[in-house]
């Protein structure tokens, strides 16, 4: 393109964007969201948004944990192949935390004044330990959040023995030795070794800490074997980088493909909006192209300048996209420390983005390109018979006006095609999206459907168990309460151990949700999550042989539960399945409240009642953890709907340019200027309907899947996905349409009451 | 300037030959004006489409100052209308979005112009057909007969050798039709070479030479007196000519 067309060019772009400002608007906005969305999400699928891969690097983390009775051969762990070198080990004693009538379990583990080299904690806020602090403790910053803990405030803490001490918060530090409170307790708070020895001075009640830094992270399960193998019956347990950032990473994955498909899906209903934009412009101005080609345009300038022009709206919705998106994974997901994107996928979203606008743009515009440079033919849409929905409308005695917009509906085939799939796919993945959130509704409703029938469990700590479950029996909100023990599983090849989890027994099993198979019902029947299943490659029927709580047990895996924990890596059994030792006494009693009562409310007068003996704990819905999901829905939603609204703005302006001439006729048939806009009305409407109604209906068939397929394969497992009940779909289509009408009927009724233009167009 | 040989067109509709030119040959001089009249349908319009490249010969040739055009391609035409040819049409065609002022620049642009020379030229222009005011409106602000002053202004921005109208004062009333007139009649008496299609015998009385068309065949060809410059006249003049 020489200078003297670009300026020429330039002027028309300038006139163009001027006259539709808020087309272009609508279309840049669009773009944005979907390009925030994608980069959203390919954040949280790189991990960027994980805090534990930068904690981890920043504190020189060690991949193993092993928590010992008493201090382990620290010389012969350093020895094992793989192990580069050893943190610890360091005394930690369990204390309560008391603030403000609320008991929180600590672990206080002893810290020098000099930060060690391996597992440095990560000081945030205040200051590290100094050789005076005799009274400081520096706590993890997670577990500061949570109890609202500051620099400077109390920390008093109840050793086991029943003495209290008060300590003083000097420092807020971050760390990769464990997960974030309260996914992960106790919460950690590190003091000066004699301030523990203070505090505990009896060793028994407390225990050895050691950390293992590796060469090569991915040799983490031979240092743990070799490490069982080593230190044996000393080992309380143990934990590893991997588990540590699962915990960190929780939903982050979940968020991330939620983002991906609804940024994907959007992306082509961003690609069919363009086109359809874009086409519908070359349409409207085939009278103003063919202008410019008697002027001198040539085929391939005006495809430049179309391409130009509405390619510059999307990279503009790119640009303004990427930095939203920066901007969201910085500020939005704040108190994570995020790595930003690694650029090869930041630049394959913008170039994949580019390139999906661009060949959309392309399209019409090279059909822009042939308009014939004879202004004065017009355009007119191809004319013909009534269809055969006409004519029926006809039959049935319709009003004349829905007639000839249902007429007019379909004078252009491919455009009204292309504005039906334009507003199906965006209503299409807002469905899916209503599907997630009455899915995360049902979690809140029926918890019991998730495997959270009991809304508390009740560790008897400091009492006998007996006493512990007789005081939950007799509060008069708890309707069952089940005896429960967790141990360690070890799989066939005894490479990785799972929780088995058993709850109830085998002829009063703990109601966890049976979605396939049956309930247990026998010694040595089990049921499993999906995850499990996957783990072992098993089916129910299958008989397992695997090692549970140090008891070689063969199980026989009779039915599938959803499981929410874990990565639904968990088997759940009876307790008469478990050796004597696991069970007696019970670990833990899970309490299963009456309907409508407040597990709070329960969990303090339990607690009021043992005098604050027992330890109480609330089961985490895995909803209130998802919550963010529905700050997305909304905000994809709202991304969704303005590409329903240029779609429909296309097919407005399309239908009103098409018709335009024709209103002289009606109106000299006789319809009055009401008709006249209820014929327009009609004709975009129709397209607005059948969009929206298969959309719904496309999403309501499939959101249930969907949700199950993402269970499947986070080993929750199929059977938790919802689709939005009968009445919010009638709600939200009749919204969209409601919407869509009155979007149309504005520009119908100023049309239908102007005077008839009699230039031709 | 223009000489075609036995130039035809022939529409295909509906696989049905329809011709709507048959074997036309045309010259016309430079500086001439030359009026094609017809009735509806006699292919007057095909032959201006064709004479501007807007329309491809189905066979025949057209040549343009001296060089054989039917043989372009549809870009090449593009580049030759931008430096010689300017169109006037009946539904003036002027693109709504942008003002007046920058539907006149445009083919001045085109053709290569600096900004500021096309923003000298359009000032000429507008103030010689009485639109210095009008500049910055929009096309639908303007009444029929200054949309065709527009239109008129925007055909000579690129100073065409060859001005081409397809009846200009098909969609007028009678008095913005002389006041197109009396400026197509100035700008030919400043030496520029026209070629108008009229179906009306009063409007194609103005030009020097007559072309009848009937059914695509020059049935006619005459010049209206002599072939000469018109002294100096006045809007009266018009006025008198047509009564």
């Known amino acids: ?761 | 300037m223009v000489n075609t040989v036995n130039l035809v067109k022939i529409y295909q509709s509906g696989g049905v030959p329809v011709p709507a030119v048959r074997g036309v040959d045309l010259r016309v001089e430079a500086g001439e004006f030359v009026a094609i009249m017809g009735p509806s349908g006699s292919g007057k319009s095909t032959l201006v489409h064709m004479l501007g490249g807007l329309d491809a010969r189905t066979s025949g040739e057209i040549w343009l100052d001296g060089r054989r055009a039917d043989t372009l391609g549809e870009s090449a035409w593009a580049l030759l209308r931008r430096q010689k040819i300017g169109f006037v049409f009946q539904f003036f065609n002027l693109i709504a979005n942008m003002t007046v002022a920058d539907n006149v620049e445009l083919p001045a642009l085109l053709a290569g112009a600096s900004p500021r020379e096309a923003r000298e030229r359009r000032e000429h222009l507008l103030g010689a057909l009485g639109l210095t005011g009008r500049a910055d409106a929009a096309p639908a602000q303007l009444a029929g007969g200054e949309q065709q002053r527009v239109a008129l202004a925007r055909a000579l921005a690129n100073k065409p050798s060859l001005l081409l109208a397809d009846e200009p004062t098909g969609n007028l009333d009678s008095r913005n039709t002389r006041d197109v007139l009396k400026l197509l009649t100035d700008v030919h008496r400043d030496g520029q070479t026209i070629i108008l299609v009229t179906h009306d015998a009063r409007v194609a009385s103005l030009a020097d030479r007559v072309v009848s068309l009937l059914d695509g065949q020059i049935v006619d060809d005459g010049a209206v007196g002599t072939f000469r410059r018109r002294p100096k006249g006045t809007a009266g003049d018009v006025v008198e000519l047509r009564g």
Request: proline letters at 6%; charged letters at 15%; aromatic letters at 4%.
């Open chain 1, 1 to 761: 393109m020489t200078v003297s067309t670009f300026r020429a060019s330039a002027r028309w772009i300038r006139a163009d964007l001027r006259a539709r400002r808020g087309q272009a608007a609508l279309t840049i906005l669009a773009v944005a969201g979907i390009v925030t969305a994608l980069i959203t999400s390919a954040t949280l699928l790189e991990d960027g948004t994980n805090p534990w891969r930068g904690l981890f690097a920043q504190t020189r983390g060690a991949h193993v944990w092993i928590h010992t009775k008493d201090a382990p051969d620290v010389a012969a762990l350093s020895r094992l192949p793989g192990v580069e070198q050893v943190a610890g080990p360091y005394r930690t004693a369990p204390v309560t935390l008391a603030m403000g009538g609320k008991k929180s379990p600590v672990a206080l583990r002893e810290a020098t004044a000099q930060p060690p080299r391996v597992a440095a904690p990560l000081v945030d806020g205040g200051r590290w330990l100094r050789p005076a602090d005799a009274a400081g403790v520096v706590v993890e910053r997670s577990f500061a959040e949570a109890l609202d803990l500051r620099v400077g405030g109390p920390f008093t803490v109840t050793a086991l023995n029943g003495a209290s001490h008060a300590l003083v918060v000097v420092g807020l530090a971050e760390t990769a030795d464990q997960g974030f409170y309260p996914e992960w307790t106790p919460g950690l708070a590190w003091v000066l070794p004699q301030t523990l020895a203070g505090i505990e001075p009896a060793l028994g009640r407390s225990e050895s800490v050691t950390g293992l830094r590796l060469a090569d992270g991915e040799d983490t399960l031979p240092v743990v074997h070799g490490a069982v193998t080593l230190l044996d019956e000393q080992i309380q347990r143990m934990s590893t980088w991997r588990e540590v950032r699962a915990s960190m990473e929780l939903d982050n994955r979940l968020l991330g493909l939620l983002l991906a498909l609804f940024g994907t899906a959007g992306l082509v209903a961003a690609a069919l909006a363009t086109a359809n934009a874009v086409g519908g412009r070359v349409l409207t101005q085939t009278r103003d192209i063919a202008t410019l080609k008697s002027l001198g345009y040539t085929r391939g300038q005006v495809f430049a300048v179309l391409v130009a022009e509405h390619g510059a709206l999307g990279l503009l919705g790119i640009g303004l996209g990427t930095v939203c998106g920066l901007l969201v994974t910085t500020l939005a997901l704040d108190g994570l420390s995020v790595l930003p994107l690694s650029p090869v996928p930041l630049l394959a979203i913008v170039a994949g983005t580019a390139a999906v606008v661009l060949v959309a743009v392309a399209l019409p515009a090279w059909r822009g390109g042939r308009t014939p440079p004879i202004p004065a033919a017009p355009a007119a849409p191809p004319r013909g018979r009534l269809s055969r929905v006409a004519r029926l409308a006809l039959l049935v005695r319709l009003p004349p006006a829905l007639v000839l917009g249902t007429r007019d509906a379909f004078t252009r085939r491919t455009p009204a095609f292309l504005s039906i799939v334009g507003l199906a796919v965006p209503m299409m993945m807002i469905t899916i999206g209503l599907g997630c959130w009455a899915t995360l509704d049902d979690f809140l409703r029926h918890p019991e459907q998730v495997g959270q029938a009991a809304a508390l469990t009740v560790h008897p700590d400091g009492l006998p168990a007996e006493d512990a479950a007789r005081l939950a029996r007799a509060d008069p909100d708890v309707l069952a309460v089940y005896p429960g023990s967790e141990v360690s599983a070890l799989e066939p090849e005894q490479t990785r151990s799972v929780l088995a989890r058993a709850l109830g027994t085998s002829a009063e099993p703990y109601p966890f949700s049976v979605v396939e198979g049956r309930m247990f019902a026998a010694r040595g029947e089990a049921v499993a999550g999906q995850g499990l299943l996957d783990l072992l490659g098993a089916e129910i029927g299958d008989r397992v042989r695997m090692t549970v709580g140090g008891t070689p047990l063969i199980v026989h895996i009779v039915g599938r539960v959803v499981e929410p924990d874990h990565d639904g890596q968990v088997l759940s059994l009876g307790m008469d399945s478990l050796a004597a030792k696991d069970t007696v006494p019970p670990q833990f009693y899970g309490l299963v409240l009456k309907k409508g009562a407040d597990p709070e409310a329960v969990g303090a007068r339990l607690l009021a009642a043992s005098g604050e003996a027992l330890e109480v704990r609330r089961a985490v819905n895995p909803a209130e953890r998802l919550a963010v999901i529905r700050v997305v829905i909304v905000a994809l939603t709202v991304v969704l709907a303005l590409l329903g609204l240029t779609n429909l703005l296309t097919a407005r302006s399309l239908g009103l340019r098409d018709h335009a001439f024709d209103l002289a006729v009606l109106k000299a048939m006789g319809l009055t200027p009401g008709q006249v806009a209820a014929t327009l009305v009609t004709g975009t409407g129709l397209l607005v309907v059948l969009g929206v109604v298969a959309g719904t209906a496309a999403g309501a068939s499939v959101v249930g899947g969907l949700i199950d397929l993402q269970g499947h394969t986070s080993g929750v497992g199929a059977g938790i996905g919802r689709t939005p009940s009968a009445l919010t779909l009638v709600v939200t289509a009749c919204t969209a349409i409601g919407a869509a009408l009155l979007v149309t009927s504005v520009p119908a009724r100023r049309a239908a009451r102007a005077q008839v233009p009699v230039t031709a167009r």
